[in-house]
């Protein structure tokens, strides 16, 4: 990973949530943006000087990165370069302003513990490279700061968001019973068996190497040299198979045949061959041991894991909700100037 991965991930992490913001159509605040401004939420004004600041910043990556960006005036280049930007720093206020109202605050110490987490993970601890790449993308310590504070809040939120959820320990239980019963299969082992194979080109060369392999063939030799299925070949062809998870040829061969007795060259579906073999495919299967009967988990041995399961995803679910709530709520107090407003935006109450 490259010593400029931290900058460049914080800066695509706070693009990507920027997606969460948008549309403040349907408003009924009657916020109108000041001269000088890209746009505003609440009482959080984001100036047209910080955004030529962070497009320049970006531009600036993209020319460290040796990539092409439109020639500025173009369509292309607000879609590519000034919309996502702007769409970040809107993120950025609507965040703050979200946390603001549910009472979260990323501390300087936490900021800095991360930051300083973030150096060791991409520059070995190394200060000096990290300081090099702040000079070579012309950006701040306290402007990287800003970044992971911002991230530092969104895990607030998250979590925050998740704490809301409330599960009494009968319903769980209910829940959990339930949800077993329904998905019992999904917790029983089937039965497996190991044996030895090799998987050849033509049926003429399965029948050679099985005629080898009876005489007392080495297994070991046979399957690196001629075995098309690598992971086999490196084990002397040995293989762990297990009910439904290979395909029905060999499935019926392996677990039909008693020990140590070799099959008849059987042939592999024609999903083998382009991948495996070129125009046919063949197995030779020996197994090497008896059939293992396959067993179902209790229901108190997964339990633990089911109740697990569902707590993250009725938390996942409320998250979902709650953010979509909280987002609707302060587009309602986003506004744009008309020039920045982005594409979606249909709202004819946005200021200029």
Known sequence: MTRFSLLAALLAAVVLAAGCGGDSSGSSVPTTVPKGDVAVVGDREITVDQLDKQIAEKIRAAKIAKQKLPKAGTPEYDQQVVQPVVAAL????????????????????????????????????????????????????????????????????????????????????????????????????????????????????????????????SWKTIAKKYSNDPGSAAKGGQF????????????????????????????????????????????????????????QQSFDSVKATIKSTLMSQRQSSHVQQRAQALIKAVNKITRYAPSYRPPSTTSTNSGG
């Open 240 to 295: 762990e198979v297990q009910r439904g998870a290979v395909v029905p040829q060999f499935e019926k061969a392996a677990f039909a045949l008693p020990v140590g007795e070799l099959s008849q060259p059987v042939k592999a579906p024609a999903s083998y061959v382009g991948s495996a073999c070129k125009k046919t495919c063949y197995f030779v299967i020996e197994p090497t041991g008896a059939v293992k009967k396959g067993t």
């Open 90 to 217: 809107v993120f950025r206020a609507q965040l703050e302003n979200i946390a603001d109202q549910l009472g979260l605050k990323a501390g300087d110490d936490e900021v800095h513990k991360r930051l300083q987490q973030n150096i060791d993970q991409y520059y070995g601890g190394d200060r000096k490279k990290f300081e090099t790449d702040l000079k070579r993308y012309n950006v701040s310590e306290q402007e990287v700061a800003a970044q992971v504070r911002l991230v530092v809040l969104q895990e607030k939120l998250q979590k925050k968001l998740q704490s809301e959820v409330k599960v009494t320990d009968a319903d769980a239980d209910a829940d959990v019973k339930a949800y077993y019963d329904q998905h019992k299969s999904q917790y029983a082992s089937k039965d497996s068996r190991p044996v030895r194979f090799v998987l050849v080109d033509t049926k003429k060369l399965a029948e050679k190497l099985r005629t080898q392999l009876e005489n007392g063939g």
